[in-house]
């Protein structure tokens, strides 16, 4: 099992960018995919982002956030990041970080399971 903490989030202007970074240990964590979710306020969580294993060659993004947030690894440092740009208000949710064992990049929170404790985003207008 590997155990997983976010960091990175904070308060931002709408327009502005924040760097979240989820960090693993306790297992082999290229044989990991993560995912990025995030939740807020009276909402469901949400799917956010998604890397593949190993190299990390397959991304996926949910529409709300293409062409803004990027996902990416750094195995060297057991880390995977969330660059989130051009943020806006209703980007403003707590985001967590997920993985799960094996090549399927997973859209579905059911599918991982493995959480870190979660990071608050908040953008403001």
């Known amino acids: 099992q590997v155990q997983l903490v976010e960091s990175g989030g904070g308060s931002v202007q709408s327009g502005g960018s924040l760097r979240l970074s989820c960090a693993a240990s306790?297992?082999?964590?290229?044989?990991?995919?993560v995912g990025w979710f995030r939740q807020a306020p009276g909402k469901e969580r949400e799917f956010v982002a998604v890397?593949?294993?190993?190299?990390?060659?397959?991304?996926n993004y949910a529409d709300s956030v293409k062409g803004r947030f990027t996902i990416s690894r750094d195995n060297a440092k057991n880390t995977v990041y969330l660059q989130m740009n051009s943020l806006k208000p209703e980007d403003t949710a707590v985001y967590y970080c997920a993985a799960r064992a094996g090549s399927y990049a997973s859209l579905l929170m059911g599918e991982y399971g493995n959480w870190g404790q979660g990071t608050q985003v908040t953008v403001s207008s």
């Open positions: 306790g297992g082999t964590f290229s044989h990991y995919a």
């Open positions: 890397i593949s294993w190993r190299d990390g060659i397959y991304t």
